[in-house]
C-alpha cells in the first residue's frame, strides 16, 4: 500500500473515534523510558535501581510458583489474588492504621491504574473537581482525559489553605452542585514534597463531611517517610466511607510489577471493578508480590529504602544550598522523592529546562503539574534515582544554569 | 459508625457516579475465579493447569533479572519493552504473517485490556458496531459498558454470513452513518469453536474496504490449531491499516501474567495508549514473558499444548457422541477450547446449568454471548481444564440432564 493511501485511511479512521480518545489525545508511545539512563534524570518519579531486590524477587518467585503455580499463573479476576489482598489488609492495618475488609480492596495495575478508573467512575465531562495545586503530572491528564473542571486549591506547608477549601465548597452549594472529589496526595506531596499537618487534616475532613465531598487520598509515598512522626490518613480520619484510599508496590518493591490498589466502600470497588476491562490485575506479580511481602523482605527492603532516600534528600538540600543563586527558595521534603524549586525572580522554567538538558541534567518544568496557567517560575526535582556524586554534579549544573539566567535578565 | 449510616452515605455517593460508571455496573468481586476447582469446569476459558511450565517460568524469570534487573523492575510507560515488542515482532512474522514495526504494536493487560481500550477509542453511547453473534462474551460488556448498538450478524460453520453484512453495511450507508467496527474471533471462535475459511475472509475483507470499516479481529486462540491448515489473517489480507489485530499470551504461557497485543495503524495505537491508564504494560512480567519467548521454550509449550487440547477435543466429542440424547448436535473445532452445544427441541439452556451444577459440572448457558436475546438453547462447553477422565464423566452429566429433561417436556 502507497504511504499516502495509508495516510488517507488513517484520517479517515480518526472520524470515528470516540469523544474519549479525542479528549485523551495520543499517549506516550514515542517516548523512550529508558532515556533516563542518558542523563542524570532528576525529572522522574522513579525509584531507585540500585537497590532493587533483584535476588529477593527471582527467591519470592521460586516460592510462590513452586508452592501454588496453578493459580499463580491463571486468570485473578475480582479483587486481587487472596494472599495479595490478605498481605494488604495486614500491611494498611499495621503501618497506614486502616483497617479494610475484602469487599474495600481493589489490587490494580500501579495505583495510576486505580487513579485512572476513580475519575472514569466519577467524571462526566464537564464535571467540577477539586485539587491540591501543584498536582501529580498524571492525575492532571487523567482530569484533562475525562473532562474534568478542576478548581485548584493552593498548598500552603500544611496542606490545601483551608478558606480556599471552603469558599469553593459553599459556592458549588449555592449553585446547587457538588464537586465529585478532592484529590490530594498527603505525605510528601507530588510535586511539592510537603506533608499535610494533622490539624490541617482534620480540618478538611470536617469539611468533607459537611459537604458530602469525597476525597481521593493518593498516598503513594507513605512508607518512605524518613523523618517526623506518621500522621493519619484522611481514610482513618474520616471513617464514613468518604476516602479512597491509593497505594502501590512501586516505590517500595518495583514499579515493573505494576501493582497498586484502592481501599474504598464496597460498592465504590464495585463499580471500579466493573470498570476495569483487563480481567483482573496480573496474578503472577501478585503471587510474587505477597510472597515477597508474607516472608518479610518487604518490610526490610523499605527500612534500607528510607535510609537511601533520606541520605539523597540531604545531598539535594545540601548541594542546593551550596549551587543555587540568591533568590532561589526550596521545599524540605522529610519523605517521598520530590524537591519543589522557586526560581529567582525573572527567571523561568521554561529557559531552564532545556539548557539543563543540553548539559546531561533532566528536570521537570513546574507547569507540568497544573491544569491550566502556573508553576512558569518552578521545578520539580527528584532525588530518588541518582547516586550521591550524580546528585551534586546535576544541583551544580542546574545552578550554574540558573545563575546564568538570573544574570541575563 | 452505623452500619445505617454508612448505607445512607454509599447511596449518596453513588449519585456522583458518572455515566459511564453506571453503564458498565459492578464487576465480578464477589466471584471467586478458584471455586472452577470445585466442580468439573467447562464453564470458563481456562488454559490447562497441569501442563504449566511453572519450572520454564521460574527459570525464565531468574535469567531475566539478572541480566536486565533494572529494566525488568523500572516504569515502562508506551508501548511495551523494548525486549517484548521484538520478540512479538519475531512472532507475528513467524507465525501469524503478520509485518509489524514498533509503532503498530502496543502490550496491553491481556487481550482483555486491549479490546476493552478499542471499545472505549471508537464508541460513543449509541454508536453502531458490527458483531459475529454468537459472540465473546467479555465483547459482550464491553458493548454494553460503552453503550454500543451491536447488529449481531449470525454464524455459519466459515463465518459470519456475507448477505447479512451486506445488508447492515448499505442499511448503514442508506442512514448515512458508519459502524465504528466488526468484532469477530476469526479461529475457534469463542464460543462455537468455528474458524472462517480463506473465501468469507477476502469477502469480508473486500466489503469492510469498499465501506471504511474497521475490523477488530481478536485472535486469542490462533496458536491453539491442531487439525488443518493456517487461514490468512484479516491483518494480513486487508494490509490497508483497517484491521486491528489482537492477540494474547494467556493460552499459550500463562493468563497469570496478564500479557496481550494489540497491532494496528501508528495513530489507532498512539491513541490507545493515550487511553491506558497503567503507566504502562507491567516489565517484569514482561521481561519474563521476552526471555520465554526468546529462548525457545514458547515454541515447544505451544507445541504440546497442541497435543494436549486435540486429545482433549477428541475425548469431548467422542463422549458427546457416546452420552448426549437424540436432536443433541454440537460443532468440531479444529483448535481452541470451545464446543458449542444446541440443546434437543423444547431443552432450555437455562434449566440445564443449575442441575448440571448441583451434580458437578460447570457449563455455560448460551445466552451470555448475545447482546440481545439469542442462545437459549445452547450451551458452550470448554475441553480446556480438565483432564480425560473428567471430561467424560462431565459430559456423561450434562447428557444424563439433558436426557432427563428432554423426556419431561
Chains 1, 2 share one sequence.
Not at 1 to 27: F, H, I, N, V
Not at 196 to 203: A, I, T, W
Not at 237 to 245: K, P, R
Amino acid at each position: 500500500m502507497a504511504e499516502a493511501t495509508a495516510q488517507a485511511r488513517y484520517t479517515e479512521l480518526s472520524e470515528l473515534y470516540s469523544d474519549r480518545a479525542k479528549m485523551a489525545g495520543p499517549g506516550m508511545v514515542g517516548l523512550d523510558p529508558r532515556s533516563i539512563r542518558k542523563v542524570i534524570s532528576f525529572s522522574g518519579g522513579y525509584p531507585d535501581a540500585t537497590t532493587l531486590p533483584i535476588q529477593d524477587i527471582i527467591e519470592a518467585t521460586r516460592v510462590a510458583l513452586e508452592r501454588d503455580g496453578e493459580w499463580a499463573l491463571q486468570y485473578a479476576f475480582g479483587s486481587g489474588i487472596p494472599e495479595l489482598v490478605e498481605q494488604l489488609r495486614i500491611k494498611l492495618a499495621r503501618d497506614q492504621g486502616i483497617v479494610a475488609d475484602v469487599p474495600n480492596i481493589l489490587v490494580t495495575n500501579g495505583a495510576s491504574q486505580a487513579l485512572g478508573l476513580i475519575f472514569e467512575m466519577f467524571v462526566n465531562p464537564g464535571d467540577v473537581i477539586l485539587s491540591e495545586a501543584p498536582f501529580f503530572l498524571g492525575t492532571v491528564h487523567y482530569a484533562h482525559a475525562n473532562g474534568a473542571v478542576v478548581r485548584e486549591l493552593p498548598l500552603d506547608d500544611d496542606g490545601i489553605v483551608i478558606a480556599d477549601l471552603e469558599r469553593e465548597l459553599n459556592a458549588l452549594r449555592a449553585q446547587g452542585t457538588r464537586a465529585k472529589f478532592l484529590y490530594l496526595v498527603p505525605n510528601f506531596q507530588n510535586p511539592t514534597g510537603i506533608t499535610y499537618s494533622f490539624e490541617r487534616r482534620k480540618q478538611i475532613v470536617a469539611l468533607a463531611q459537611e459537604h458530602g465531598l469525597p476525597i481521593l487520598e493518593d498516598d503513594a509515598y507513605f512508607d518512605l517517610r524518613f523523618e517526623g512522626d506518621k500522621v493519619p490518613t484522611f481514610y482513618e480520619l474520616d471513617g464514613t466511607g468518604l476516602v479512597m484510599y491509593c497505594g502501590t508496590f512501586s516505590k517500595i518493591l518495583s514499579a515493573g510489577v505494576r501493582l497498586g490498589w484502592v481501599v474504598a466502600a464496597p460498592d465504590i470497588i464495585a463499580h471500579l471493578s466493573g470498570l476495569k476491562t483487563d480481567y483482573g490485575t496480573g496474578a503472577f506479580a501478585s503471587s510474587v508480590a505477597a510472597e515477597f511481602a508474607g516472608s518479610g523482605t518487604l518490610l526490610e527492603h523499605v527500612q534500607e529504602l528510607k535510609h537511601l532516600y533520606h541520605q539523597r534528600r540531604d545531598v539535594m538540600l545540601d548541594a542546593l544550598a551550596e549551587h543555587m543563586p540568591p533568590g532561589t527558595s526550596w521545599t524540605r521534603p522529610t519523605g517521598g522523592f520530590f524537591v519543589w524549586i522557586t526560581l529567582p525572580e525573572g527567571v523561568s522554567a521554561a529557559d531552564v529546562t532545556p539548557l539543563a538538558q543540553q548539559r546531561g541534567v533532566g528536570v521537570t518544568e513546574g507547569t507540568y503539574f497544573f491544569s491550566g496557567a502556573g508553576g512558569e517560575d518552578k521545578l520539580r526535582l527528584s532525588y530518588s534515582f541518582n547516586t550521591d556524586d550524580e546528585i551534586r554534579q546535576g544541583v551544580q549544573i542546574v545552578g550554574d544554569v540558573v545563575r546564568e539566567l538570573a544574570g541575563t535578565r
